[in-house]
């Protein structure tokens, strides 16, 4: 199994950034695509990037792309988002996730994804 723990969230106005962190422990980090997601209350988690174990690839959601920056540390088991210019729309709970089979069954669905953090909490004022 792999513990993940994000921070980094938090208040920001429309048009500025934040760096979200994703630490991993348990068993090895490498082993494991990685995903960030979101959700906002009565809707479902949706895909916002994802990145290959080996770091080689990346996946982002269209609306995201060109703004938002998925990349991973593996020596020291960390996955970031890098995101800039946020909208307002995009306040919601981000997570991040691990998983083994991501790169057979795909990077989009959150049900590809086995291991969860708690979520942190991105607020975008208008």
């Known amino acids: 199994q792999v513990r993940l723990v994000e921070s980094g969230g938090g208040l920001v106005q429309a048009g500025g950034s934040l760096r979200l962190s994703c630490a991993a422990s348990?068993?090895?980090?490498?082993?494991?695509?990685m995903g960030w997601f979101r959700q906002t209350p009565g809707k479902e988690r949706e895909f916002v990037a994802a990145?290959?174990?080996?770091?080689?690839?990346?996946f982002y959601k269209d609306s995201v792309k060109g703004r938002f920056t998925i990349s991973r540390d593996n020596a020291n088991s960390m996955v970031y988002l890098q995101m800039n210019n946020l909208k307002p729309e995009e306040t919601a709970v981000y997570y991040c996730?691990?998983?083994?089979?991501?790169?057979?069954?795909?990077?989009?669905?959150?049900?590809?994804?086995?291991?969860w953090g708690q979520g942190t909490q991105v607020t975008v004022s208008s």
């Open positions: 996730a691990a998983s083994e089979l991501a790169a057979v069954i795909g990077y989009l669905r959150p049900t590809n994804y086995a291991y």
């Open positions: 348990g068993r090895t980090f490498s082993r494991y695509d």
């Open positions: 990145i290959k174990r080996t770091g080689s690839s990346t």
